[in-house]
């Protein structure tokens, strides 16, 4: 086995193989810490600051252990870079045969079954959508993995998607005639006997919480998971430990009831008469929601009679559909699927709407879309859950991220996942920020709960970014502070402006980079997982502190178990959660050794409250100033 030094190391392999590659001791230290934890069946948590590499930290360990690791990402943007581009260098470069294996969950893969019930059904309600799916069946008959995205020219959103791929639910697994030929299952079957794999949270999850028949076959074999974005990963095991109703997936059943139904029991026109009436009780319940889009506690559904005869009526609907599929069973595989569908969600559905007992430990809450709903029940906390999953996994743990200690303190992360005893370690980050960024805390700031903050934000922003010619992200808090802001600026600046939820979000960072002096405004889906290096972006601007909202339903529930164990909710648990998402919407500013860039932070309780140390003692070492002249030098130095 070589030395991590021999590959790492300033005269390594890969400095000598790897265009690009730069030596960082940050990342020779994380490799030797993960293949000391791999060979020593260890569970480390590891922080590796922004520019460690911490993603070449742990694949060089995994190919020269010779055991069989799953690695486990956020993303699926990450999932692609690491087996598409990072893999292959680094096998390249070391000349090992390791075969490698990227497996993603059911819906990125194309259903053959699906697509042909589709173009069957002929009932495609816009022009766009028939596009989509002559795209769909001609790209089908080229593929080879059946990967969704090599259809980039179709966005992830587009409602053809689950229209010609699966479900767990509405899959036929070995019943299905497309079978022998289904991507999915080839993907699973390379993934079995890969030596490396590399898959998301959502599928580590889903198997820990057994709900992904086949692919539990898969980890108990593994010898090491190493979990990339692992500070995303207890709210993603939150949401699979729980259970939950859709409207989405209930009118998807009575759109699948009708399919079958004509394929299969022509005779019975009961069947098509009740899924109709199970549809419309379905979208009256989401009018009974009304029509705000929000997040709620049960007690609110519990005090709206209205809504509650929703419930119960379209439960009775449920009922009467799983007896009419019950009369017909055995005419099809299709129609079986189905009443198997139904069987399960009134489980569900009747988990959610009992009382009791049943539900202590458990936090229930809602959830309204546009044009849906769902309903919820998560835990209350999940680390006795997946402390339990991970001794069923025996093998060495790996947990990395450039944002997982608050104040170089784990303990935050480790109670939130039962990891009180793992090796922990923090690797800073190898970017010189004294001189590469400068932290900027206006003066003078209103407290964030008077009304006029954010047309303060906007006065105090708007020269910060005439100095730094345009070239910024201002990361909201709230859609509703970003839409005022947006207005606000329509007029103050000369630089374009870049509006989340004016287009796709991938659309938005490619024309922000090929601008290059643009400013974009974003919420929690642009604090995190965006790489903009170079002169493109050199300011980020944060409104405020980015504390969950109290309204949150399950935060609150939270909040409330945590004071009743006698505990501090807001000291243990909201700060630490707050200080991690700066850290990550602050990381989006310095991404490369040659960056350089002004962070500006307009909440005034950064300086002025107690636990403001405890976000200050967080982040990188940066040059601070309070002085807007400061910042139009530091910008006008870049020209000298």
């Avoid at 502070?481 to 796709?504: D, F, N």
Wanted: charged share 25%; proline share 4%; aromatic share 8%.
């Amino acid at each position: 086995m070589s030395d991590i030094k021999d590959i790492l190391g300033p005269e390594g392999l890969l400095a000598n193989s790897v265009e690009g590659f730069t030596y960082r001791p940050q990342q020779e230290a994380m490799a030797e810490a993960v293949l000391d934890a791999m060979l020593q069946g260890e569970v480390l948590i590891s922080e590796a600051g922004t520019g460690t590499g911490k993603t070449f930290a742990y694949l060089v360990p995994a190919l020269l252990s010779s055991q069989k690791v799953i690695v486990s990402t956020g993303t699926k943007n990450l999932q692609d870079q690491l087996f598409h581009r990072d893999l292959p260098r680094i096998k390249s470069a070391l000349a090992i045969p390791a075969d490698v294996a990227l497996l993603k969950g059911r819906a990125n893969y194309l259903c053959t079954h699906r697509m042909e019930m589709t173009l069957l059904e002929g009932r495609l309600n816009s022009r766009e959508m028939v596009d989509q799916l002559s795209q769909v069946q001609s790209w089908a008959g080229r593929t080879r993995s059946g990967d969704v995205a090599e259809l980039s020219e179709i966005p992830e959103d587009a409602r053809i998607w689950p229209l010609v791929t699966s479900t767990t639910e509405n899959c036929l697994g070995q019943e299905c005639n497309a079978y022998s030929t289904c991507h999915l299952v080839e993907a699973r079957r390379r993934a079995q006997e890969a030596d490396l794999v590399v898959i998301n949270h959502h599928l580590l999850c889903a198997d820990f919480a057994l709900k992904e028949g086949g692919f539990g076959e898969l980890l108990p074999t593994a010898d090491c998971f190493i979990i990339d974005e692992a500070h995303q990963l207890p709210e993603v095991a939150g949401n699979f430990f729980g259970t939950g109703v859709s409207g989405r997936q209930l009118l998807d059943l009575c759109r699948d009831i009708e399919t079958e139904y004509h394929k299969e029991a022509g005779d019975l026109k009961e069947i098509p008469a009740q899924s109709a009436l199970l549809s419309k009780s379905v979208r009256d319940l989401r009018l009974l929601f009304g029509l705000d889009l929000r997040r709620g506690s049960w007690s609110e559904i519990a005090a709206d009679e209205p809504l509650i005869r929703g419930l119960e009526q379209a439960g009775d609907c449920l009922l009467e559909m799983t007896e009419l599929l019950s009369a017909v069973e055995g005419r099809g595989k299709g129609l079986d699927s189905c009443l198997a569908r139904c069987n399960s969600i009134r489980a569900c559905l009747n988990e959610l709407l009992s009382e009791g007992e049943s539900q202590q430990g458990y936090i229930r809450w809602f959830e309204t879309y546009r044009q849906s709903f769902r309903l919820n029940r998560t835990p209350l906390d999940i680390s006795g859950l997946f402390k339990t999953q991970m001794e069923s996994h025996p093998g060495s743990w790996i947990f990395t991220s450039a944002t997982l200690a608050v104040g170089n303190d784990f303990k935050h992360f480790q109670r939130q996942l039962g990891l009180g005893g793992a090796r922990t370690a923090c690797w800073d980050s190898p970017f010189d920020y004294q001189n590469q960024a400068l932290w900027f805390v206006p003066k003078g700031m209103p407290q964030p709960r008077e009304s006029h903050y954010t047309q303060t934000v906007v006065d105090v922003v708007t020269p910060v970014i005439e100095a730094s010619l345009g070239r910024a992200f201002i990361l909201f808090t709230s859609h509703r502070a970003l839409r005022e802001a947006a207005e606000a600026l329509e007029t103050r600046i000369q630089y374009p402006l870049l509006v989340q939820g004016s287009m796709p979000k991938g659309e938005l960072l490619a024309r922000f980079r090929k601008l290059g002096n643009a400013v974009l405004l974003g919420t929690s889906s642009f604090w995190e997982g965006v790489d903009v290096r170079g002169e493109a972006l050199s300011c980020v601007i944060i409104d405020k502190l980015p504390f969950a909202s109290p309204g949150d339903p399950v935060l609150q529930a939270r909040i409330d178990a945590l004071r009743k164990q006698g505990g501090n909710p807001f000291m243990e648990f909201q700060v630490p959660q707050a200080a991690i998402a700066l850290k990550q919407g602050a990381g989006r500013l310095i991404r490369d050794e040659t960056d350089r860039g002004v962070l500006v932070i307009c909440d005034p309780r950064l300086l002025k409250k107690g636990y403001g140390q405890v976000f200050l003692d967080s982040m990188p070492s940066m040059a601070r100033t309070r002085d807007i002249d400061d910042v139009i030098r530091f910008f006008e130095s870049e020209s000298v």
